[in-house]
Nanobody, 115 residues
Framework: VQLVESGGGLVQPGGSLRLSCAAS????????MYWARQVPGKEREFVAG????????NYADSVKGRFTISRDNAKNTMYLRMNVLTPEDTSVYYC?????????WGKGTLVTVSS
């Protein structure tokens, strides 16, 4: 199982970014997928989740209305569109899935929101 995040970078407050998570080594279309984030020294927190075929999504209250999670099962890829970014969104963003009770994580992509 491999999860590889990309798309992070430096963005100004109010700006936007789109993160991608490329998945391999498992049947992507059968798995619920998640985005989480972590600031050094703090616990990793849930950001958003999406069902296996994308028909159901849920979000942390802190990002609801600003972030959109999506997936393309034909490309084995999940996305996170982030709008109206604030400095509080600065974090390392990870994609995550659970397969047969085991958690899998990517290495993360850093998002820095700063002027």
């Amino acid at each position: 199982v491999q999860l590889v995040e990309s798309g992070g970078g430096l963005v100004q407050p109010g700006g936007s970014l789109r993160l991608s998570c490329a998945a391999s080594g498992f049947t992507f279309s059968r798995n619920v997928m998640y985005w989480a984030r972590q600031v050094p020294g703090k616990e990793r927190e849930f950001v958003a989740g999406i069902s296996d075929v994308g028909g159901s999504t849920n979000y942390a209250d802190s990002v609801k209305g600003r972030f959109t999670i999506s997936r393309d099962n034909a490309k084995n890829t999940m996305y996170l569109r982030m709008n109206v970014l604030t400095p509080e969104d600065t974090s390392v963003y990870y994609c995550n899935t659970n397969i047969n009770g085991m958690e899998y994580w990517g290495k993360g992509t850093l998002v820095t929101v700063s002027s």
